[in-house]
């Protein structure tokens, strides 16, 4: 397995992958897409950071199985956002989304940042993902009823982050 920074070439293929997951709406996907067209359109602001994991790592067969978009939070001092996170659902439990998200965890520190926030939905197909989160050692810090939609909390999650 191998992360590296999405390419260009790449956005189909996380386009992909975001639609198999099932977990997101045609909005949501259209979203996350923005985020990788922006880290591409602009890389030098470093608003958003976007790397894919393949698996192999090399050879003809090389796919990538799983994307993630992060960036450090405006205005905040050491503070970083995770937008998106994603494995193809066939590659889901063998471990990639975790390296993926330990992939952000020591590029956050990397650039000096102390803390990782993530939100996500609380609605019932987001429960795998809110596991997942939690399983890896995220607190939730906040939680507002109805954001979203009607019974659809907003849920952030906290890490924080020693170097």
Not at 61 to 88: E, M, N
Not at 98 to 120: A, D, P, Y
């Amino acid at each position: 397995m191998k992360i590296r920074s999405a390419e260009r070439k790449d956005r189909d293929r996380i386009h992909e992958v975001l639609i198999a997951t099932g977990r997101f709406n045609a909005d949501e996907v259209r979203c996350a897409i923005d985020l990788v067209d922006q880290a591409f359109a602009h890389p030098e602001r470093d608003e958003y950071v976007v790397h894919v994991l393949e698996d192999p790592d090399n050879g003809p067969r090389k796919t990538i199985q799983g994307y993630v978009c992060f960036g450090p939070t405006p205005l905040a001092d050491g503070v970083f956002d995770l937008y998106w996170i994603a494995v193809d659902p066939k590659q889901q439990g063998l471990g990639y989304g975790q390296m993926l998200l330990r992939f952000v965890e020591n590029e956050v520190r990397r650039n000096r940042g102390r803390m990782l926030l993530i939100e996500t939905s609380s609605k019932e197909s987001y429960a795998p993902t809110i596991r997942f989160y939690q399983r890896s050692g995220y607190d939730e810090i906040s939680r507002i009823k109805d954001f979203y939609r009607i019974e659809d909390d907003k849920v952030v999650f906290c890490k924080k982050l020693v170097t």
